[in-house]
């Protein structure tokens, strides 16, 4: 992994218009969006239709046609955790519109597609986080960056310079609400 210098150096420069910096930039942080990619789909049920190289292309070519001022790297992947999210949870609403009859007749050549039950369990989630983000946005931040980014302790501590015992309180104050909102009958 390039040092974090480095890849907030080159997103500085990309910003301020270098291509030679986003062509050295491009490696360095699509393999660390695959990783993260990658540790999200081990949680997925093997025949989901997504997969982990496909999340990051999309999210990638968004993230690079994104008018942003990268701040450093720490920005850069939050905000790649938050596409990530945003991709999966467009994906989920499609597939549940297709399984009611949005789409056109289906061929699948994998035997276990994701079920509706999954696509509306993704939406859950990402309605409960969203109002977690509306009670408290750092606890939401976290959730998203360790879900959906799929950064470690020490990773979502350099990400926000929050000590890894502050962390570890809010995730689980965050798991918790979480887990008794989306517990609640619908």
Known sequence: MAGDEDIT??????TDGSATAGEALTPLVYDELH?????LFRRENVGHTLQPTA????????LINADVSWRDRAHF?????RMMR??????????LADKRG???ARVTLVDNVSSPDIDAALIDLADALDELERH???????IELQYFGGLSLEEMAE??????????????????WLKEKLSEPK
């Open 9 to 14: 150096r080159l997103l500085r420069d990309w």
């Open 35 to 39: 990783r993260a990619a990658a540790r």
């Open 55 to 62: 999340l990051v292309h999309e999210a990638y070519a968004k």
């Open 77 to 81: 992947f939050a905000l790649s955790a």
């Open 86 to 95: 945003r991709l999966l949870i467009n994906h989920a609403n499609q597939r």
């Open 102 to 104: 949005g789409g056109a």
């Open 136 to 142: 408290d946005a750092r606890k939401a931040q976290l």
């Open 159 to 176: 990400a926000t310079n929050l000590s890894t015992a502050t962390i570890t309180r809010d995730l689980r104050f965050a798991r918790a």
